[in-house]
C-alpha cells in the first residue's frame, strides 16, 4: 500500500509531466480540458494535483470515485463479514467509494475516513454527504418560511449555522439548497424551496450557497452546497411527488433554469439531478441538461450527483431496459456520481472494455469530485471534521440558537388583522390558548430535520407563558394526528374524535382572547408528501368553527410547511398569522411577534390559493387571449364560474403593526436604449402608522408586446426599508439589460425595444403604476 508521504511524492512528479500534455491535447467531446478550467478561474495547483492522482489511478479507482454509499453497517459494531455490508465494506477498502451518506458525528465519520485513507491503495479521502436542508441540531425555519423573511442576509447567517454544526459532526457536503421553483402547494416539498418566482427564488438560492461554502471552502467550518433538482421537479403534474414534467422552452429558461444559472455564477460546488422526466427523458440520463447545457454552455466545473437511486430508476421510466444500461445513460448524459443504485460500481469497468462509455468520460467525472476534495481540504487533512471538542461545543450552541430565533421571527407573515387585535395586551387579559400543535414541540422542527433530537422544539405554549401579565389558559380541543415518525410517509390524521372540543368551548368563553394554534404536523409535508386538498387537516376546522362561536376575538396562528386554503378563516377570523415550522425556537419567535416585542415584516413567497381547484396558482401567469379582467363587451373569459381568479392572499402579501404609504413614484428612462438600457426607479414610502416597522418594497414590470409572450407582471427588484413612525425614504432601483429580457424559444437572451409597465407597491397585488419605452 502507498503511503500518503509517497503519494504525494509522486503527485508532485507527475503534475508537471500532466499538465503540459493536458494543455496540447485535442479536447474530447464533452470534456473540458485543464486549460480550459483554469481560465475559468480554477486553481492551477489544484489542477496539476489532480492530473497527477488521475494518471497512477486505475479504471476501477477512477470508476470507484463515481461510487456513493449510504451507511451500510453499525459502526460501533465489528465490520460485515457476509452479504450486501461485506461487499461494501470491501469496496470501501479497495478505494472504490467516493462518497458515503448519512454518516454522522466525528466518530463514526472518522472510522469511515480511516479505512478509506488508510487501508486503500492511494488513501483518497470520502467526502461525506448529509441532508442538511435548514440546519442540523439547531433547526432553522423550514426554507419556504426562511423565504417568507426575504432577508437574504438572515437566510444566509441561517444556512452558515447550518455548515458551522454539519461540519463540527463530520459532514462537508450537504444536498441542499433545493432550488425548485413551484406553483403548486401540493407538492410537499415546496417547503423545501424558496416559492413560486424566479428572481425571488435565485437570490435565495445564492444566499443559502453563500452561507454553506463560504468565504474559504478549505476551512473547517464550512461545506460544499448542492444545487438541486436539476430540473423541473417542482413542475410535476398535479403536485404529485416523482410526476411527469410537461413544459415549454419558455417556462424552462425563464422560470425553472434562473436559480441554478445563479448558483453556477456564485460557484456552487456540486448539483443534483432530478427524478423527473423531462421531454420525455429522465433527468438522470438526459444529456441535454447535464452535458449540453450545464457542463457546456454554463461551465459549470464541478460534479453532479444522481438522486436517491435515480439511476436504477430509469428502468422503472421504461427508458433503460435494465441495470447495465441504466448505468450507460446516466455515465454517457453527464452524471458524474451515483447516489445508492450501485450500477456505477458493477457495471462501468466493462461498458468502458465494450467500448459503450468513453473512459475520458469516467475520466472527467472523476476528475470533478477529486477536484471538489481537493477544494475542500480533505487531501491536507482527512479528519479536518473530525474534531470531538469542537462537536461538543458547537452543536446546539447558545449563538446559534441566537440566529435561528432572529430568522424564525423575520419569517413569519401576518396575513390579517381586523380591529388590530395583534399585538396583544402584555397584561390584564385573560387568553386562552387551543389546538394540538400550541404544546407540540416537535411538529415545529419541520420535516427534513434528520438529525435534530425529538421535541427539542420550544412550544408556542412555553413561549407565550413568559408573558406573566396575562393569565394563559391551555386547551387541547383536538389532536391533528395519530402518530407518526420521520421517515413515515404516510401520516394518520385525526378525523373523527371531538371528544376534547367541550374543554376548548368552554375555556374559550370565559376568555377575552383566543389564540388557537392550526395547520399542519412537522411530517405532512416535505418528500413523497403530496395532499389534493389543502384546507385545515382533520377536525380542525370544525374546531375553528365551534369556538368561534362562542367568541370571536381569535388569533389563528397557522403551523404549516404549505400554502393552505383558509377561505373560511378569511372570511371570519380578524387575525391570521403565518408562523410556518419555525423550528427549534418556534414558540419564542411566535410569542415575541403575538405581544409585538418584534413586528411582523414577512411577505409570501407563495400564493395562498382560495381552494385547491385553482392550484396551481402563481402571480407571473400569462394573461390569455381571453384575459382574466375581462372587457364589459366580452361573454367568454378565462375564469372560473364558482370561485374568482384571484389567490386568497397573493405573492408578497403580508402586513405589519404599523402601515405604509407609497407616493411620489418616479421613473428615470433617459438611458432607454435597448443595448445598454438603464431605467432609474424611485418612490418615497413612509410609514404612517404608530410603530416602528420594517416594509419589503417590491418591483415589478410588465413586457408589454414580446416576440414570445411575458408574464402580467415579474418580480426585478425589492428592498427592505426599516422606518420610525412618521418617517419617509427615498427608494431606489436600477433596471437594466439583465432585468428587461428574458429568453428566446432558440435559448438566446434577447433585450427588445418596446412599451414597458413598472409597478411598486408592498405585495404583488397592491402596486402603483407608470410606464416607460425601450428604444
Known amino acids: 500500500m502507498m503511503k500518503k508521504s509517497d503519494f504525494i511524492f509522486v503527485s508532485i512528479l507527475c503534475s508537471l509531466f500532466l499538465v503540459s500534455c493536458n494543455s496540447s491535447s485535442e479536447k474530447p467531446e464533452g470534456v473540458t480540458t485543464n486549460t480550459t478550467i483554469v481560465s475559468d478561474g480554477l486553481d492551477s495547483k489544484i489542477e496539476a494535483k489532480v492530473d497527477s492522482l488521475l494518471a497512477i489511478m486505475t479504471l476501477e479507482e477512477k470508476i470507484g470515485q463515481m461510487n456513493?454509499?449510504?451507511g451500510f453497517w453499525d459502526l460501533t459494531g465489528p465490520q460485515p463479514k457476509e452479504g450486501v455490508a461485506a461487499k461494501k465494506y470491501e469496496h470501501l477498502r479497495k478505494g472504490w467509494v467516493g462518497s458515503m451518506?448519512?454518516?454522522r458525528g466525528v466518530e463514526d465519520v472518522r472510522k469511515v475516513q480511516k479505512i478509506a485513507v488508510e487501508e486503500s491503495r492511494l488513501g483518497i479521502p470520502l467526502i461525506i454527504g448529509f441532508d442538511v436542508i435548514h440546519g442540523y441540531k439547531t433547526m432553522s425555519p423550514i426554507p419556504l418560511a426562511e423565504s417568507a423573511s426575504w432577508d437574504m442576509e438572515a437566510i444566509?447567517?441561517?444556512?452558515?449555522?447550518?455548515?458551522?454544526?454539519?461540519?463540527?459532526?463530520?459532514i462537508n457536503w450537504t444536498f441542499a439548497p433545493m432550488l425548485d421553483i413551484s406553483r403548486d402547494a401540493r407538492w410537499g416539498r415546496v417547503m423545501e424551496g424558496g416559492g413560486e418566482d424566479p428572481f425571488l427564488g435565485s437570490k435565495i438560492g445564492v444566499a443559502r450557497i453563500q452561507g454553506f461554502q463560504g468565504e474559504d471552502l478549505s476551512a473547517n467550518h464550512t461545506i460544499a452546497a448542492c444545487a438541486k433538482h436539476f430540473a423541473g421537479y417542482g413542475f410535476s403534474e398535479s403536485g404529485r411527488d416523482y410526476n411527469t414534467v410537461d413544459v415549454g422552452t419558455s417556462t424552462l429558461n425563464n422560470m425553472i433554469f434562473p436559480p441554478f444559472v445563479a448558483a453556477n455564477k456564485v460557484g456552487v460546488k456540486t448539483f443534483m439531478n432530478s427524478f423527473n422526466v423531462?421531454?420525455?427523458?429522465?433527468?438522470?440520463?438526459?444529456?441535454?441538461?447535464?452535458?449540453?447545457?450545464?457542463?457546456?454552455?454554463?461551465?459549470f466545473n464541478g460534479f453532479i450527483v444522481s438522486d436517491w437511486g435515480s439511476i436504477t430508476e430509469m428502468i422503472a421510466h421504461g427508458y433503460a431496459k435494465d441495470g447495465k444500461s441504466a448505468a450507460e445513460m446516466a455515465a454517457n448524459a453527464g452524471s458524474d456520481m451515483d447516489m445508492e443504485s450501485y450500477l456505477y460500481v458493477e457495471h462501468l469497468a466493462d461498458l468502458v472494455k465494450e467500448g459503450k462509455v468513453k473512459e475520458h468520460l469516467i475520466e472527467d467525472s472523476a476528475r470533478r469530485i477529486l477536484r471538489v476534495k481537493y477544494e475542500l481540504g480533505l487531501f491536507d487533512d482527512p479528519y479536518k471534521y473530525c474534531d470531538a471538542n469542537r462537536e461538543k461545543t458547537i452543536l446546539g450552541s447558545k449563538e446559534n440558537h441566537e440566529t435561528v430565533l432572529d430568522v424564525a421571527k423575520k419569517s413569519i407573515v401576518l396575513l390579517k388583522n381586523e380591529?388590530?387585535?395583534?399585538?396583544?395586551k402584555k397584561e390584564g387579559q385573560k387568553i386562552a390558548l387551543i389546538g394540538a400543535l400550541a404544546e407540540d414541540k416537535n411538529s415545529p422542527l419541520g420535516s427534513w430535520r434528520i438529525a435534530a433530537d425529538d421535541n427539542t422544539a420550544v412550544s408556542v405554549?412555553?413561549?407565550?407563558?413568559?408573558?406573566?401579565?396575562?393569565?394563559?389558559?391551555?386547551?387541547?380541543?383536538?389532536?391533528?394526528?395519530?402518530?407518526?415518525?420521520?421517515?413515515v410517509m404516510e401520516t394518520k390524521i385525526n378525523t373523527t374524535d371531538k371528544s376534547e372540543f367541550g374543554k376548548a368551548i368552554k375555556v374559550a368563553a370565559q376568555s377575552d382572547v383566543v389564540v388557537m394554534v392550526l395547520g399542519e404536523v412537522g411530517f405532512q409535508s416535505g418528500e413523497g408528501r403530496s395532499r389534493t386538498e389543502l384546507d385545515l387537516p382533520g377536525v380542525q376546522q370544525d374546531l375553528l368553527e365551534e369556538i368561534y362561536k362562542v367568541n370571536k376575538n381569535i388569533v389563528l396562528v397557522l403551523n404549516n410547511g404549505r400554502p393552505l386554503a383558509i377561505t373560511w378563516a378569511d372570511e371570519h377570523i380578524p387575525a391570521i398569522v403565518e408562523a410556518w415550522h419555525l423550528g427549534?425556537?418556534?414558540?419564542?419567535?411566535?410569542?415575541?411577534?403575538?405581544?409585538?416585542?418584534?413586528?411582523?415584516?414577512?411577505?409570501?413567497?407563495?400564493?395562498?390559493?382560495?381552494?385547491?381547484?385553482?392550484?396551481?396558482?402563481?402571480?407571473?401567469?400569462?394573461?390569455?387571449?381571453?384575459?382574466?379582467?375581462?372587457?364589459?363587451d366580452i361573454v367568454f373569459w378565462s375564469h372560473y364560474s364558482d370561485q374568482e381568479n384571484s389567490p386568497l392572499y397573493a405573492f408578497g402579501h403580508g402586513l405589519s403593526y404599523t402601515s405604509?404609504?407609497?407616493?411620489?413614484?418616479?421613473?428615470?428612462?433617459?438611458?432607454?436604449?435597448?443595448?445598454?438600457?438603464?431605467?432609474?426607479?424611485?418612490?418615497?414610502?413612509?410609514?404612517?402608522?404608530?410603530?416602528?416597522?420594517?416594509?419589503?418594497?417590491?418591483?415589478?414590470?410588465?413586457?408589454?408586446?414580446?416576440?414570445?409572450?411575458?408574464?402580467?407582471?415579474?418580480?426585478?427588484?425589492?428592498?427592505?426599508?426599516?422606518?420610525?413612525?412618521g418617517e419617509t425614504k427615498t427608494i431606489n432601483f436600477e433596471l437594466n439589460a439583465e432585468t428587461l429580457g428574458f429568453y428566446d424559444n432558440d435559448n438566446n437572451w434577447i433585450v427588445e425595444k418596446g412599451g414597458f409597465e413598472v409597478y411598486v407597491g408592498g405585495s404583488s397585488d397592491k402596486t402603483i403604476k407608470s410606464t416607460f419605452e425601450l428604444k
Open 101 to 103: 451518506l448519512n454518516v
Open 584 to 632: 427549534s425556537q418556534s414558540g419564542n419567535a411566535i410569542a415575541q411577534v403575538l405581544y409585538g416585542e418584534y413586528n411582523p415584516s414577512g411577505k409570501l413567497p407563495m400564493s395562498f390559493p382560495r381552494n385547491v381547484g385553482q392550484v396551481p396558482i402563481y402571480y407571473n401567469h400569462k394573461n390569455t387571449g381571453r384575459p382574466i379582467e375581462p372587457a364589459p
Open 278 to 299: 423531462l421531454n420525455g427523458i429522465p433527468a438522470t440520463g438526459n444529456k441535454m441538461l447535464q452535458r449540453d447545457i450545464l457542463k457546456g454552455d454554463w461551465g
Open 461 to 487: 405554549l412555553e413561549g407565550m407563558r413568559q408573558y406573566k401579565g396575562n393569565t394563559l389558559v391551555y386547551a387541547k380541543g383536538a389532536d391533528v394526528s395519530l402518530g407518526n415518525t420521520a421517515f
Open 419 to 424: 380591529n388590530k387585535l395583534l399585538p396583544l
Open 156 to 170: 444566509r447567517k441561517s444556512a452558515e449555522v447550518a455548515a458551522l454544526e454539519a461540519s463540527a459532526a463530520g
Open 68 to 70: 456513493q454509499y449510504n
Open 660 to 725: 405604509f404609504e407609497y407616493s411620489n413614484f418616479k421613473i428615470d428612462a433617459e438611458d432607454s436604449s435597448v443595448n445598454t438600457p438603464k431605467i432609474k426607479v424611485s418612490i418615497d414610502v413612509t410609514n404612517s402608522g404608530d410603530y416602528d416597522g420594517k416594509e419589503v418594497v417590491q418591483l415589478y414590470i410588465k413586457d408589454l408586446f414580446a416576440s414570445v409572450t411575458r408574464p402580467v407582471k415579474e418580480l426585478k427588484g425589492f428592498e427592505m426599508t426599516s422606518l420610525k413612525p
